[in-house]
């Protein structure tokens, strides 16, 4: 059964970066099949998807970020990483890591953190 | 970017009723669509993947069609599991998600 959990601090400061990791277990992350995905969901909002990393390290952005937004993969320990940086209030939100299949969609959700901006 | 758009915004429906949710690109996708679920304070959960194709384990009453531009999701029956937000998501050029349908009863 593959499971996927976010972790990271709940309290960012305004101006300061945000970072969570998602540990992967039930399947290995270097699977070439999938990518890994963030995704984010502001209070009573629609998903917005923030990137994803391959399991060779490189990553595709959301435009909309431009260089907000760096994604990294650690294949020895399962884990891939989300750093946003400048953050305001508009990057509250609950924070959802997710496995990408190629063709398929997101199949594998993380329960979501929360992620306040907030001084 | 892809802009995806869904209508309506909210459905009134009951236990029994055939449901239609409309999803649409800015621009040709081919079948890169994808369908969610999602209940309050739960991820989204995937219904069905490249326009029509039923993710495992998701119940038979669902189905999708469209290709190109315009995308249906169709529930046959809504039960009472079924009340919640669908958003279609395309993965022809980065991902994108619509804004959302929120089932609710009437």
């Known amino acids: 059964q593959v499971q996927l959990q976010e972790s990271g601090p709940g309290l960012v400061k305004p101006s300061q970066t945000l970072s969570l990791t998602c540990t992967v277990s039930?399947?290995?992350?270097?699977?070439?099949?999938?990518?890994w995905s963030w995704i984010r969901q502001p209070a009573g909002g629609g998903l917005e998807w923030l990137g994803r990393?391959?399991?060779?390290?490189?990553?595709d952005n959301n435009p909309s970020l431009k260089s907000r937004v760096t994604l990294s993969i650690d294949t020895s320990k399962n884990q891939f990483s989300l750093k946003l940086i400048s953050v305001t209030a508009a990057d509250t939100a609950v924070y959802y890591c997710?496995?990408?299949?190629?063709?398929?969609?997101?199949?594998?959700w993380g329960q979501g953190t929360l992620v306040t901006v907030s001084s | 970017d892809i802009q995806m758009t869904q209508s309506p915004s909210t459905l009134s429906a009951s236990i029994g009723d055939r449901v239609t949710i409309t999803c649409r690109a800015s621009?040709?996708?081919?079948?890169?669509l994808a369908w969610y679920q999602q209940k309050p304070g739960k991820a989204p959960k995937l219904l069905i993947y490249?326009?029509?194709i039923l993710e495992s384990g998701v119940p038979s009453r669902f189905s999708g069609s469209g290709s190109g531009t315009d995308f249906t999701l169709t529930i046959s029956s809504l039960q009472p599991d079924d009340f919640a937000t669908y958003y279609c998501?395309?993965?022809?050029?980065?991902?994108?998600f619509g804004p959302g349908t929120k089932v609710d009863i009437k």
């Open positions: 998501q395309q993965y022809h050029s980065y991902l994108t």
């Open positions: 490249k326009a029509s």
């Open positions: 990393v391959y399991p060779s390290g490189s990553t």
């Open positions: 997710a496995r990408d299949v190629r063709v398929g969609g997101l199949d594998y």
């Open positions: 621009q040709t996708i081919n079948s890169w």
């Open positions: 039930g399947d290995s992350i270097s699977n070439a099949a999938y990518y």
